[in-house]
């Protein structure tokens, strides 16, 4: 068994028991953002589907690579411009960092119809950094209700990467925040279940507050190149 198999049977082991415990169902999503593709695959053969990329070309190259595992579900995680929106609706499944409009229409519009409706979900920058993208909590409803309009997009829920800090209790109160956006969400929109929130550092704490995807990389990968 490689290392990466190893961690990764650590890692769904701790997120059983969290799951067991809150009565929920939080899936792990792999972030495989700068490793190889042997690394992907081993971590493939362990049973994991659900891959995390934040660089477009690096994503597709992976993508391509390896196209005949076709159960493989790809995330588009990162920040994304205008002028790589038709790359990643051609290629992925998932966009979890939507936090313009502008994005989420040429997403829509450069979606190929045979690949069926791009999931998405709406980055919330809920700790308020300058430094990091999302939107304000406040934009949440009002982003929501547009690209629910959109043709060739599912909206599906929330991501946040909130501040790091020590402080457990920062920690929870940001979770809490989100995830209260979360529930009201899901009371407008039926195809919205999906909350991601927790890493490998924080991962616990998000899954008592209500996590339904968790994104863990550094745990699974080791320390990222």
Not at 163 to 170: D, L, P, S, W
Request: net charge neutral; aromatic share 6%; glycine share 6%.
């Amino acid at each position: 068994m490689t290392a990466i198999e190893q961690n990764l049977a650590k890692i769904c082991q701790q997120i059983a028991r969290l799951n067991q415990t809150s009565g929920q169902h939080t899936q792990l999503l792999a972030v495989s953002k700068t490793k190889p593709v042997k690394a992907i695959q081993d971590a493939y053969n362990a049973g994991q589907r659900l891959f995390g990329e934040n660089y477009v070309q690096e994503g597709i190259d992976k993508i391509k690579t390896l196209s005949n595992l076709t159960d493989i579900e790809w995330h588009f995680i990162g920040p994304l411009q205008s002028n790589k929106t038709r790359l990643v609706a051609e290629h992925f499944a998932w966009v979890q960092s939507v936090d313009r409009f502008k994005i989420a229409k040429r997403l829509s519009e450069q979606r190929p119809s045979q690949l069926g409706p791009l999931n998405i979900c709406l980055q919330v920058n809920i700790s308020g950094e300058e430094t990091k993208s999302g939107i304000t909590p406040d934009q949440v409803l009002p982003l929501a209700e547009q690209v629910a309009q959109l043709e060739h997009l599912t909206l599906r829920g929330l991501m946040a990467i909130p501040m790091k800090t020590q402080n457990v209790e920062t920690t929870q109160r940001y979770f809490a925040q989100l995830a209260e956006l979360y529930r009201i969400l899901g009371q407008k929109y039926s195809s919205v279940d999906t909350l991601s929130m927790g890493m490998s550092n924080d991962m616990q704490t998000a899954i008592e507050q209500g996590s339904t995807m968790v994104r863990v990389g550094t745990a699974i990968f080791g320390e990222r190149i």
